[in-house]
């Protein structure tokens, strides 16, 4: 299971354009529409992503045991490197702690998570928005959006983005999508303040969304 966790996480660069991989989430004024032109297609690439992950896990670990094998950073570089990361890029302690968010996700709820992150209350506000009702039309219109800092609007804009994506789909396909979003919004988080920049916000992301998945199976 951790091999295909693996697997999944770094096939995540096909997501953000090459352009934007070394964008800084320090452009605090950077526009509500210039941000979530980085994020379009968001929730179908995440689904196509899923369908190719599984894809590489059923013909690749088929035959093989995937039990008990350790999660280390030799093991997460190995994957980074075939993958166009530099060794180190996504550390050890990232992806234990978006594992440690998940169990707490599960265990008391996302609430909980958020007061734990040490977010602006605006923001938690605006993500308990998104999980319980989906996206907000007027999200940049608030003057408490602007004065956020660069990763809670880049979040802020990750998650509305992926959630009026979703929104414009038919009623029955949109359960999937939805599935794990929590968890992604969580990891993206933790992903924005170690990597400040979009890609790593991203990685954090699907890391969190596919965290929720191997919990639930």
């Not at 996480?9 to 980085?38: L, M, R, T």
């Not at 440690?100 to 928005?129: A, C, P, Q, R, W």
Request: aromatic share 12%.
């Amino acid at each position: 299971m951790v091999a295909i966790f693996l697997t999944y996480v770094f096939f995540i660069p096909i997501i953000v354009s090459c352009s934007n991989e070394q964008q800084s989430i320090s452009e605090e004024n950077s526009s509500y529409n210039k941000i979530a032109k980085k994020y379009e297609g968001i929730a179908m690439k995440m689904a196509n992503l899923q369908d190719k992950i599984n894809n590489y896990a059923v013909s690749s670990f088929q035959n093989r045991s995937i039990n008990g094998i350790e999660l280390t950073q030799e093991s997460i570089d190995e994957y980074a490197v075939l993958a166009g990361y530099e060794e180190g890029f996504i550390t050890l302690s990232m992806v234990e702690e978006i594992m440690d968010k998940n169990e707490d996700l599960i265990e008391f709820g996302y609430m909980y998570v958020l007061e734990d992150l040490n977010l602006e209350n605006f923001t938690k506000l605006k993500i308990s928005e998104i999980i319980e009702g989906g996206w907000i039309a007027d999200l940049q219109e608030s003057p408490e959006y602007e004065n956020l800092n660069g990763i809670e609007k880049e979040v802020l804009v990750l998650a509305n983005t992926y959630a009026k994506e979703i929104s414009m789909m038919p009623t029955s396909e949109q359960g999937r999508f939805w599935d794990g979003f929590t968890s992604g919004i969580v990891g993206a988080i933790v992903g924005g303040f170690v990597f400040s920049n979009p890609l790593g916000m991203v990685a954090g992301f699907f890391i969190g969304m596919f965290v929720n998945h191997l919990a639930k199976n």
